[in-house]
């Protein structure tokens, strides 16, 4: 009982984060927002990027196994803040995914 309520939780936390992957209207409208918000905007999709990457090949070579279209790059967010956090995060994803396992 125990573990399928935590399953449920991952599950839904998982829909709600993915609702600001890149490409989405959520994200786009996230875009148009100041500095700080596409700083933070940028860091989410460098975190999610190398998930999103796989998500974005399967979708390329299987078009109707996913109901959706995902991109691993926000281009309504041009600009040096979100350059800057994706990066950040693209980088520190692998180093947050190394240190939990320990």
Not at 74 to 98: H, M, N, R
């Amino acid at each position: 009982m125990k573990s399928a309520a935590r399953a449920t939780a991952a599950v839904v936390l998982l829909l709600a984060l993915a609702a600001c992957v890149a490409g989405s209207s959520d994200s786009a409208h996230a875009a148009d927002s100041g500095f700080l918000a596409q700083f933070f905007l940028g860091f989410w999709h460098g975190l999610i990027g190398p998930v999103t990457m796989v998500v974005e090949i399967v979708g390329r070579f299987f078009p109707h196994l996913l109901p959706w279209k995902a991109h691993l790059y926000e281009t309504k967010a041009a600009g040096v803040a979100y350059d800057f956090g994706f990066y950040i995060g693209l980088v520190g994803s692998p180093v947050i995914i190394w240190s939990r396992r320990r």
